[in-house]
């Protein structure tokens, strides 16, 4: 007689775990709704962009990236410094120090010279234009630039850059 | 007020961003040959070539023009407002082009702004004969070369350096079509390109004609400002091997630009289905009284074909060509164009004399075409 006693009684306690369940998956569900709610509102109000207004965002979401890019002094792509456009090696930020508070990088990464080349260069801006003596940092300096801005052998005339074209169809509208 | 209404960029006040620029301090930016097809260069496409940095707060009511120097008979100041009630007005077309245009393609490379082919253009300049300020001053008969001083500051900010000071023999001074000019295209000067007030020599290397211009001095010997000395602005007295050391003392000041061409139209790269004919456009100048022919080739130089050539509209402005191109079959071209002046010079198909600087290249222009089936 005992077995339908326990058998009420595990009942009443299997209900009793059910509701309780149920309570507090709805409690949780309420707690989740609460916290959610602005959110969900937001995106179902959210306002509706015109595609000239997305792609207006997105480009000024591009340009700030660009920007970023530009204005980061440590970003480094394809071997390249992206802040100076300087090819990147362990001499390069005696070669930005050195160089880039009186003229632009690009100044550097235009030319090409041998080592000599490059030393008359310096020597030319610290006869006339106020570069100091650059002492025991001068044969880096020359290592990095004969290194990475050396000529190239183009004779008496170089074809012209074949990869640099960018070729088009001519609109002409008499075929003669 | 400072002429910025086709300014597109602010960065670069009255410049097209479709300039190229090579160097961003100094400002140095050239034009594209496909832009410089108009037949003179709108203000926002005319390159710019500074030495240092261009003034900064220019007020036009307070700025003066002193003339002076060691062979002027008297020291005398003039106000922009002076030049203009003072002086009989003109203008003309005149061609500046850096003496540095072109030095991209010399081997060895030569140090500097490695211009391609775009540092020239030819502007209507309107301001006051410089012979009429020079001859109001007066000179003594010492009076050599005259040297130029402007409001640019060094790139170093040192203020006792000078940027660049040079200046142009006293003959080239009293021409007929040398200026001191506050207008281009009748449009006040971009301040990239001198605002308020510039010497224009056509003819010459574009840095004699001095920008920001304050101060003239009459000289009895050969100016001595910045970069009238070493290679800037010189070549070898004597032609030299390519690659020679030069020394100082054998270098010679360059005066007169050579006879150039350059095409305009297409841009580079068209292709065209055969049995169309290609029609090509572009300028030719120099330093002599006139162009005289402009021809095409289409093989490299083994065959040559007249061009249409347009009048000077006086000396130192560009005249324009054209012509129509037939091709024989299909495939890859080259169209170059060769200018002849009225003293028969010819401009070359190599480069010319090889130079430490990279000076004066005057090779002939070259444009790539495809025709296609």
Not at chain 1, 40 to 48: A, C, H, K, M, T
Not at chain 2, 53 to 74: F, H, M, R, V
Not at chain 2, 200 to 224: M, Q, T
Request: charged letters at 25%; aromatic letters at 8%; a negative charge.
């Amino acid at each position: 007689m005992m077995e339908p006693e326990e058998y009420e009684t595990g009942d009443l306690w299997r209900t009793f775990l059910t509701l309780l369940n149920v309570a507090v998956v709805l409690l949780l569900l309420g707690l989740f709704f609460a916290m959610t709610e602005k959110t969900i509102n937001d995106f179902l109000n959210r306002p509706q962009y015109s595609e000239e207004e997305l792609a207006e965002s997105s480009r000024k979401r591009a340009t700030a990236r660009a920007v970023e890019r530009q204005d980061n002094w440590d970003l480094v792509e394809n071997g390249i410094h992206v802040k100076t456009g300087l090819k990147n090696d362990e001499n390069l930020q005696l070669i930005i120090g050195a160089c880039t508070s009186c003229h632009s990088a690009k100044l550097i990464t235009q030319n090409r010279a041998t080592r000599s080349g490059w030393s008359q260069m310096i020597d030319w801006m610290q006869e006339t234009q106020g570069l100091p003596d650059l002492g025991e940092q001068e044969p880096k300096i020359l290592d990095y630039l004969a290194k990475h801005y050396a000529p190239e052998e183009v004779g008496r005339r170089a074809n012209l850059d074949m990869a640099e074209i960018e070729w088009y169809i001519l609109g002409l509208e008499d075929m003669e | 007020m400072l002429g910025l209404e086709n300014s597109v960029i602010s960065k670069y006040p009255g410049k097209s961003d479709q300039m190229t620029l090579l160097n961003d301090r100094p400002i140095n930016m050239e034009t594209p040959a496909h832009l410089l097809n108009d037949d003179l260069t709108a203000n926002d496409f005319f390159f710019v070539r500074n030495n240092g940095l261009a003034p900064k707060n220019i007020d036009i009511k307070t700025w003066t023009l002193k003339i002076t120097g060691e062979s002027a008979k008297q020291t005398k100041e003039y106000s922009l407002d002076d030049l203009k009630a003072r002086f009989e007005h003109v203008s003309y077309q005149l061609t500046l082009e850096c003496g540095g245009n072109g030095r991209k393609e010399f081997n060895p490379p030569a140090k500097g702004n490695q211009w391609s082919t775009g540092a020239v253009g030819c502007a209507k300049w309107t301001g006051v004969r410089l012979k009429d300020v020079l001859n109001e001053v007066g000179l003594k008969s010492s009076a050599v070369y005259l040297g130029y001083y402007g409001a640019d500051t060094h790139l170093s900010g040192d203020s006792k350096k000078d940027p660049i000071s040079r200046g142009v023999p006293i003959a080239k001074a009293m021409e007929e079509e040398s200026l001191v000019a506050w207008s281009m295209n009748d449009q006040d000067l971009p301040l990239l390109n001198g605002y308020p007030l510039r010497l224009v020599f056509g003819g010459y290397p574009a840095s004699c004609s001095g920008k920001w211009l304050e101060e003239i001095v009459i000289r009895n010997k050969v100016h001595d400002g910045q970069k009238m000395k070493g290679s800037s602005y010189r070549t070898p007295c004597s032609p030299v091997p390519p690659g020679a050391k030069v020394e100082d003392k054998d270098m010679c000041i360059i005066e007169d630009m050579p006879v150039k061409s350059l095409i305009t139209y297409p841009r580079t790269g068209a292709t065209i289905t055969l049995g169309q004919k290609l029609p090509i456009a572009g300028h030719a100048w120099t330093s002599a009284r006139e162009i005289s022919k402009v021809e095409y080739s289409i093989d490299f130089g083994m065959n040559w074909k007249p061009c249409d050539l347009g009048p000077s509209a006086n000396r130192y402005s560009w005249q324009n060509f054209s012509s129509k191109i037939s091709f024989p079959e299909p495939g890859y071209y080259e169209v170059w164009a060769r200018a002849t002046d009225v003293d028969q010079n010819i401009q070359p198909i190599l480069l010319p004399g090889w130079n430490p600087k990279g000076y004066l290249n005057n090779a002939c222009h070259r444009i790539a075409v495809k025709i296609e089936k």
